[in-house]
């Protein structure tokens, strides 16, 4: 495939409106927008290139960039390339063009968080409080934009933690990982989708914030779209962009258990709304806020709990194994927790037990992905280009 995607802004004449608008090979392609509720967003081309250049690798498209691009982050950004390509079966690194520019930023700027009300950005809050002046949360992610009854909770919920901790609430929403789950999948996207939403913002803060998902035992060795090796490197000095809280799970849990304000708050639903109690990453974090808090009242989950299911603690990566351990340690000091530590043991024997198949050692199911993303862009290619003959015809 030997396209090109382009990316730019158009003209608006709201200073918290953004509209971003994809091309390939010239030809409308994607038309996305950014809003926020507070601060004026920044037309930075650095925004650009992060919103961009996953996708182009995941394509196989050259990138073009039509606005001004920080030269150390179009430096730092050939070896963030270099790593995702490394991740991929059959993705290498793109090539990408773009004027250059010297980022310069105003004074006095502060220093936010990405706050989803979950476990990660709860720990980040919490242990960077004394340092933070901001949560910015995003709508069109776990929350869709046409979700207006789950998007106004979460954003009543976020308020109320930044009233708590004296913050600004900064909320924004955007159509684009929607938009390109055709081409991307949101595991691959979400940390260079962030640091492009951070590049926006950069005129209010100067670091911002992304919470991390694992520890760093394990993070440096996980293909995943939010890494110690690629937010900073998607970040410019002047608008740093931090993975903060490399420690596992339980950890996370034990600090917020500290803080009745982000529990009071929690949101770890798969449901994207108030906590359901059923689902499994509510039934895990359940476990884990009982275990680590003594059976504590937990404020926001049901006060029924489902029956226990040692299949929820299944280990599915390294990561996961790592935080297995620690809960059975906090499991094992507490006491009375014998059928928890028996589950976790045999969910960490089997994931020792398994090989990687043929098909794992081979990585068939990034391959089937990857060809998958780009069946579906060269059919929108074709379809606009027929859609060109006729409009000419």
Same mark, same amino acid.
């Given at each position: 495939?030997?396209?090109?995607?382009?990316?730019?802004?158009?003209?608006?004449?709201?200073?918290?409106?953004?509209?971003?608008?994809?091309?390939?090979?010239?030809?409308?392609?994607?038309?996305?927008?950014?809003?926020?509720?507070?601060?004026?967003?920044?037309?930075?081309? /650095?925004?650009? %290139?992060?919103? *961009?250049?996953?996708? &182009?690798?995941?394509? !196989?498209?050259?990138? =073009?960039?039509? +606005?001004?691009?920080?030269?150390?982050?179009?430096?730092?950004?050939?070896?963030?390339?270099?790593?995702?390509?490394?991740?991929?079966?059959?993705?290498?690194?793109?090539?990408?063009?773009?004027?250059?520019?010297?980022?310069?930023?105003?004074?006095?700027?502060?220093?936010?968080?990405?706050?989803?009300?979950?476990?990660?950005?709860?720990?980040?809050?919490?242990?960077?409080?004394?340092?933070?002046?901001?949560?910015?949360?995003?709508?069109?992610? /776990?929350?869709? %934009?046409?979700? *207006?009854?789950?998007? &106004?909770?979460?954003? !009543?919920?976020?308020? =109320?933690?930044? +009233?708590?901790?004296?913050?600004?609430?900064?909320?924004?929403?955007?159509?684009?990982?929607?938009?390109?789950?055709?081409?991307?999948?949101?595991?691959?996207?979400?940390?260079?989708?962030?640091?492009?939403?951070?590049?926006?913002?950069?005129?209010?803060?100067?670091?911002?914030?992304?919470?991390?998902?694992?520890?760093?035992?394990?993070?440096?060795?996980?293909?995943?779209?939010?890494?110690?090796?690629?937010?900073?490197?998607?970040?410019?000095?002047?608008?740093?962009?931090?993975?903060?809280?490399?420690?596992?799970?339980?950890?996370?849990?034990?600090?917020?258990?500290?803080?009745?304000?982000?529990?009071?708050?929690?949101?770890?639903?798969?449901?994207?709304?108030?906590?359901?109690?059923?689902?499994?990453?509510?039934?895990?974090?359940?476990?884990?806020?009982?275990?680590?808090?003594?059976?504590?009242?937990?404020?926001?989950?049901?006060?029924?709990?489902?029956?226990?299911?040692?299949?929820?603690?299944?280990?599915?990566?390294?990561?996961?194994?790592?935080?297995?351990?620690?809960?059975?340690?906090?499991?094992?000091?507490?006491?009375?927790?014998?059928?928890?530590?028996?589950?976790?043991?045999?969910?960490?024997?089997?994931?020792?037990?398994?090989?990687?198949?043929?098909?794992?050692?081979?990585?068939?199911?990034?391959?089937?992905?990857?060809?998958?993303?780009?069946?579906?862009?060269?059919?929108?290619?074709?379809?606009?280009?027929?859609?060109?003959?006729?409009?000419?015809?």
């Amino acid at each position: 495939m030997n396209h090109e995607i382009g990316i730019g802004f158009e003209t608006s004449a709201d200073p918290r409106l953004l509209r971003i608008v994809m091309t390939r090979d010239g030809r409308p392609w994607l038309r996305s927008f950014v809003r926020s509720s507070g601060p004026a967003l920044r037309a930075s081309g /650095d925004a650009l %290139l992060c919103f *961009g250049l996953l996708p &182009a690798i995941e394509l !196989g498209c050259r990138l =073009r960039i039509d +606005a001004p691009v920080d030269r150390g982050l179009r430096a730092s950004s050939a070896v963030v390339q270099r790593m995702v390509a490394g991740w991929t079966p059959g993705c290498r690194p793109v090539e990408v063009t773009a004027p250059a520019a010297d980022s310069t930023y105003p004074a006095d700027r502060g220093h936010g968080v990405f706050f989803s009300a979950g476990i990660d950005s709860s720990y980040s809050l919490a242990t960077n409080r004394q340092r933070l002046d901001g949560l910015v949360t995003v709508i069109g992610c /776990d929350v869709d %934009l046409a979700d *207006g009854e789950r998007a &106004a909770w979460l954003v !009543g919920n976020v308020r =109320r933690v930044a +009233a708590a901790y004296r913050l600004e609430p900064i909320v924004l929403e955007t159509d684009l990982p929607a938009l390109m789950h055709r081409y991307l999948g949101w595991i691959e996207y979400h940390g260079s989708m962030l640091a492009g939403l951070r590049h926006l913002l950069a005129d209010r803060f100067a670091t911002m914030r992304v919470a991390a998902s694992a520890d760093e035992a394990t993070m440096w060795d996980l293909p995943w779209g939010s890494h110690p090796g690629l937010d900073p490197r998607l970040g410019t000095p002047g608008a740093a962009i931090v993975l903060d809280g490399l420690v596992t799970r339980p950890e996370k849990v034990a600090r917020v258990l500290e803080e009745p304000v982000l529990l009071e708050h929690l949101r770890v639903c798969y449901h994207g709304g108030p906590n359901c109690g059923i689902c499994e990453k509510c039934v895990l974090t359940r476990i884990c806020l009982d275990v680590l808090g003594g059976g504590r009242q937990l404020p926001s989950f049901p006060d029924e709990s489902p029956p226990f299911d040692g299949r929820v603690l299944h280990v599915a990566d390294t990561s996961v194994r790592n935080d297995r351990l620690v809960l059975r340690a906090a499991a094992v000091r507490a006491g009375g927790h014998e059928r928890l530590v028996a589950a976790i043991d045999a969910a960490i024997a089997e994931f020792d037990r398994r090989r990687p198949t043929l098909a794992e050692r081979l990585r068939l199911k990034e391959r089937l992905r990857v060809w998958r993303h780009r069946r579906r862009f060269a059919r929108a290619v074709a379809r606009g280009e027929a859609a060109a003959i006729a409009r000419r015809g």
